[in-house]
């Protein structure tokens, strides 16, 4: 089992940055691939970024691409996403989530994604 905890959220003015941590428990960190999704009462859950378990290959939205960067730090067993020139349409609840499937690389199937965080609030104002 994975134990997920994400950190680093908060109230910012668009255009600012921030950056999210997810932190993993557990000795398997590396077997799996994460994601970030954020979920808003309009647009329900979406995913956002993804990362493989090696860090070698990684997926983002097309509306942050340019602007969000995932990474992962193996020594840490944390996964961040980055967010840059934040939007006031990047308000939501960012939860990580860990696929523990078989698959050769990440997805944005949330569906495939069995363990989640509790979620950290990114509030941007105008």
């Known amino acids: 089992q994975v134990q997920l905890v994400e950190s680093g959220g908060g109230l910012v003015q668009a255009g600012e940055s921030l950056r999210l941590s997810c932190a993993a428990s557990g000795r398997t960190f590396d077997r799996y691939h994460i994601g970030w999704f954020r979920h808003t009462p309009g647009k329900g859950r979406e995913f956002v970024a993804a990362i493989d378990r090696l860090g070698g290959s990684t997926l983002l939205i097309d509306s942050v691409k340019g602007r969000f960067t995932i990474s992962r730090d193996s020594a840490k067993n944390t996964v961040y996403l980055q967010m840059n020139s934040l939007k006031t349409e990047d308000t939501a609840v960012y939860y990580c989530?860990?696929?523990?499937?078989?698959?050769?690389?990440?997805?944005?199937?949330?569906?495939?994604?069995?363990?989640w965080g509790q979620g950290t609030q990114v509030t941007v104002s105008s």
């Open positions: 989530a860990a696929d523990v499937t078989a698959r050769a690389g990440p997805s944005g199937n949330q569906h495939l994604y069995a363990y």
